[in-house]
């Protein structure tokens, strides 16, 4: 069970979030994080069976569909405002890293189609949660990024260049929408979530070791980093990016080993659709 770690403390009671890609991994649980910190959650992801069983298990609500597609946006932003009458939250956690593989192989509607889940969809939201709500009584968003963004690496060229631009929207959004609404961003290093089990399944020890806090990352420990963010906790708060990577971005100075991470995204080859 994950822990609440005082989240009653954080001044989210009675307050209304939206987290996409919530029903696994990072955003189930930053969405159930939020609701045991008293938040009314709205979840969205594409699996409507998914959305139906995390809502009820939250005693939230929760819409299916794609991020990609501006009507389901809509739809979400209606749906939370119609339940629960405000919408004090957003976290943008749905995430495509595909096309996988060089970039000079990479399709140009694939790469479209990343820049649309991974850059156009969060501004999307945000858009309709502003209008909808946040302009007029102030909230929160929280971007979930990623730690590559702050560096290349073999063969996710697409999703580190669409999280980039997903790391200077979150910081464009925060100087735009202040002082009503704080815009941050949490990029976490290699977590235990099913987009990455390429990564990590294979030899976790390995990977482990290389790190300076000795483990591969939980979804708990970005969730309770985003639920941080988004609380009165963090009230002074607004264009960071919270770095929750145990260690990634400083290994080096701990240990000589290669970097086991960009080993296996060399390696690994994608399934043939």
Not at 146 to 165: D, I, L, Q
Not at 240 to 247: C, K, R, T, Y
Request: charged share 20%; proline share 5%.
């Amino acid at each position: 069970m994950t822990s609440s770690y005082g989240l009653e403390g954080y001044g989210l009671r009675g307050r209304a979030a939206v987290v996409t890609g919530a029903t696994r991994g990072i955003g189930r649980a930053v969405a159930g994080q939020l609701a045991a910190a008293g938040a009314l959650v709205c979840v969205t992801a594409r699996d409507a069976d998914e959305v139906r069983s995390t809502a009820d298990e939250l005693g939230g609500i929760g819409v299916s569909g794609s991020v990609g597609d501006p009507d389901h946006l809509r739809e979400v932003t209606e749906l939370a405002l119609r339940a629960f009458g405000r919408i004090d939250v957003v976290v943008n956690n749905a995430a495509t890293n595909q096309p996988y593989g060089p970039l000079m192989d990479a399709d140009p509607g694939a790469w479209r189609e990343a820049f649309a889940v991974n850059v156009e969809a969060p501004l999307r939201l945000v858009q309709c949660a502003w209008r909808a709500w946040m302009r007029e009584h102030g909230g929160s968003v929280v971007n979930v990024c990623t730690e590559g963004a702050g560096h290349v690496g073999p063969n996710v060229g697409a999703y580190g260049t669409s999280k980039a631009a997903l790391l200077h929207l979150t910081q464009q959004l925060a100087g735009e929408l202040a002082p009503k609404v704080r815009v941050n961003s949490v990029s976490p290093g290699l977590v235990r979530t099913e987009m990455a089990r390429f990564v990590w399944e294979p030899g976790e020890e390995q990977l482990a070791a290389g790190l300076p806090l000795g483990r591969i990352g939980e979804p708990e420990d970005v969730a309770r980093a985003v639920v941080w963010l988004t609380s009165d906790a963090a009230e002074w708060v607004t264009g960071a990016d919270l770095l929750v990577d145990g260690g990634t971005r400083v290994r080096t100075a701990h240990s000589a080993r290669e970097y086991a991470v960009h080993d296996r995204l060399r390696s690994y080859a994608p399934p043939r659709s």
